[in-house]
């Protein structure tokens, strides 16, 4: 992750989500299933520094009986971030097609992600 802005951003969580949106559980109101990965401690980004973290978690992790994957097909990398004037922010980075062998080299997946409006 890098701050491109002129603020400190505090990122208080990092969550690998499913959903049927790729806008993320606290920009839309449908229900996210949580997908157990390790956890990420809280940490600060001074602008234009770059911080690196590793997300992981298992491939075959359980669904229940009754999920619809067809319709919670998304796959996003959520972090929460809280700017140095108090604004919440949700970014999203949608990695559903990044799959065992990961996507194509043009593939979206390897796009920069901007912080967009606050929630």
Do not use: C
């Not at 996210?32 to 809280?42: A, D, G, K």
């Not at 973290?53 to 959520?78: C, G, Q, R």
Request: hydrophobic share 35%; no cysteine; net charge negative.
């Amino acid at each position: 992750m890098s701050n491109t802005g002129n603020q400190e951003l505090f990122v208080k969580d990092v969550s690998l989500l499913r959903g049927e949106s790729p806008l993320g559980n606290l920009k839309h109101s449908s229900s996210y299933l949580v997908i157990p990965s390790n956890h990420i401690e809280p940490f600060v980004i001074k602008p234009s520094e770059i911080k690196s973290f590793m997300l992981s978690h298992e491939v075959d992790y359980e669904l229940a009986p009754d999920y619809d994957e067809e319709l919670n097909k998304y796959i996003l990398v959520s972090l929460e971030v809280i700017s140095a004037n108090g604004k919440r922010f949700q970014v999203t980075h949608d990695i559903s097609n990044l799959g065992p062998s990961g996507p194509d080299i043009r593939d979206k997946i390897w796009a920069g992600v901007p912080l967009g409006g606050s929630i």
